[in-house]
């Protein structure tokens, strides 16, 4: 069975699979379970073996196997795909999400190039291997995971496969990992992990026509506020890691009161802190608190929730040989690559958590992924299969 790219890209597009992002919400678009069904249809048409692994309620992994000409069971290589399956939000896009469109040599559509472009390069790579069978193939393991954009649980749960007894369609521990994300055919060796949690003040309500019978959250957490603001400066502009640049912390949520005629009692924003490869998570989240208490000082509490979300760093120490690899690949299939370091997160950092060397690549701008007009260079995609192919080929 071949399949062409593009033609693949646009019917994942008008697959919604938009990840609710912790929100309790059902149903179109929300979910992934549509996309589930229709790759677990594609893979067993193009010869895979499939299983899901449930991850959340109504969430799962889909995970195909393609055997090689030694399997992995008897000892022969194995080469972990990955692409996830959900999207963010569609909320403010100024394009039909759902309906893909191609124009401008560009494909455009939610998920496009985050990351359902990498997603269909993978799909054609793998129908085109299980149609020619080359005589050194690897036995490959495809994985559609979910629940990549808020919080990696599909990887964390698909990883606890790799362990010793685990069994089922995953024979053991890959020998490496390709993830896929939107890179412009770049290699991606390390990035940043993350590190986030809520942060409170509490006051005391009153009516507003009396505000000084109360106690006002809001303007407690302005003062947060002014002290987080000069700490993420001194953050950005001290030790940078070679690849991924400096650490950094962002507040992106504010939330505080009830009505405009009653003083607030409670305030709460959402802090984010980036980690270069090497930092710890928990060590970079008591230097933030630490700080902000000397900053507030002891006037009133500020409150700090345990981290809702933590992503590890990827480190470019332990993926050498599979990043020289692809690089060369790349360079075959399309001229000059770069190795690279990022700010954001992948799964490639839960899989080399693992033990399995990994790496990230795939077509398509990061500066394009979430955005209200998203879209992905098609040929960008239609390279990305040809260098996926040519990866895993002889891995």
């Not at 106690?215 to 940078?240: C, D, F, H, T």
């Not at 709460?268 to 710890?280: A, F, H, V, Y």
Request: proline residues 9%; aromatic residues 4%.
């Amino acid at each position: 069975m071949v399949l062409d790219p593009i033609e693949t890209l646009c019917e994942l597009i008008a697959i919604a699979s938009v990840n609710p992002m912790g929100r309790q919400v059902s149903g179109s678009p929300y979910g992934e379970g549509r996309l589930t069904d229709a790759l677990e249809s594609l893979l067993g048409r193009i010869g895979l073996q499939t299983a899901r692994q449930p991850v959340e309620p109504g969430r799962e992994n889909l995970v195909g196997l393609l055997e090689g000409r030694v399997p992995a069971r008897e000892g022969g290589p194995l080469l972990l795909l990955d692409a996830h399956q959900d999207t963010v939000p569609v909320e403010g896009m100024t394009i039909e999400p759902f309906r893909p469109e191609r124009r401008e040599g560009r494909v455009y559509g939610r998920g496009a190039c985050d990351t359902k472009g990498g997603m269909a390069a993978m799909l054609a790579a793998v129908a085109r291997l299980a149609h020619q069978r080359p005589p050194d193939m690897p036995s490959i393991l495809l994985a559609c995971t979910v629940n990549e954009e808020y919080g990696f649980t599909g990887a964390v749960k698909l990883a606890e496969l790799f362990g010793p007894g685990a069994g089922g369609i995953v024979p053991r521990r890959p020998d490496a990992a390709l993830v896929a994300e939107p890179t412009a055919l770049d290699v991606v060796v390390a990035h940043k992990g993350m590190v986030r949690w809520r942060c409170h003040t509490r006051g005391h309500a009153a009516h507003s026509a009396h505000p000084e019978a109360g106690e006002n959250a809001i303007y407690r957490m302005a003062r947060v506020l002014a002290g987080l603001e000069p700490y993420a400066g001194e953050l950005a502009g001290g030790a940078s890691h070679p690849l991924c640049g400096p650490a950094t912390l962002s507040v992106g949520t504010i939330h505080g009161g009830v009505s405009v005629n009653t003083v607030p009692d409670r305030c709460t924003i959402e802090i984010d802190r980036r980690l270069p490869p090497g930092e710890d998570a928990a060590e970079a989240r008591r230097a933030a608190i630490d700080y902000l208490q000397a900053a507030v000082g002891a006037d009133f509490p500020v409150e700090h929730d345990p981290p809702y979300l933590h992503g590890p760093a990827l480190s470019d120490t332990e993926n050498g040989p599979p990043a020289e690899r692809l690089m060369a690949v790349v360079r075959e299939v399309a001229g000059p690559c770069r190795r690279l370091g990022v700010p954001y997160g992948t799964h490639a950092a839960v899989y080399a958590a693992a033990g399995v060397p990994s790496v990230v690549f795939g077509p398509g701008f990061i500066e394009q992924a979430h955005t209200r007009d998203e879209w992905v260079p098609a040929d960008q995609v239609r390279t990305a299969a040809e260098v996926i192919y040519r990866f895993c080929r002889a891995a």
